[in-house]
């Protein structure tokens, strides 16, 4: 069975970090191109980063540019979601997506992926 497993999501403190890792269990990530959506209490789902196939290409959304990154290690199997600087805004759950593209350098933000994890909540509040 193909999943997709969030972790890292907490409590944390205006202006402070977390880091959220997504792991795939039953595939390899390898060969997918990988999303990150968030959904706070009575607002849209908000893409937040992508991270194409091949890693070479990152893209994020204007709410979050220079505050979080993502990155990919495919020997682990694993995705990661670098969030500092944390504001009261950024509270949400975080869903990780991945999606079958080993052939596109790029990525969307836009919710077209196929996979879908089940979400890990993130409370920045003081």
């Known amino acids: 069975q193909l999943q997709l497993v969030e972790s890292g999501g907490g409590l944390v403190q205006p202006g402070g970090s977390l880091r959220l890792s997504c792991a795939a269990s039953?595939?390899?990530?390898?060969?997918?191109?990988i999303g990150w959506f968030r959904q706070a209490p009575g607002k849209e789902r908000e893409g937040v980063s992508c991270?194409?196939?091949?890693?070479?290409?990152?893209n994020y959304a204007d709410s979050v540019k220079g505050r979080f990154t993502i990155s990919r290690d495919n020997a682990k199997n694993t995705v990661y979601l670098q969030m500092n600087s944390l504001k009261p805004e950024d509270t949400a759950v975080y869903y990780c997506?991945?999606?079958?593209?080993?052939?596109?350098?790029?990525?969307?933000?836009?919710?077209?992926?196929?996979?879908w994890g089940q979400g890990t909540q993130v409370t920045v509040s003081s």
């Open positions: 039953g595939f390899t990530l390898d060969g997918y191109a």
């Open positions: 991270i194409s196939s091949r890693g070479g290409w990152k």
């Open positions: 997506t991945a999606d079958w593209n080993p052939s596109s350098s790029f990525c969307t933000i836009l919710p077209r992926y196929e996979f």
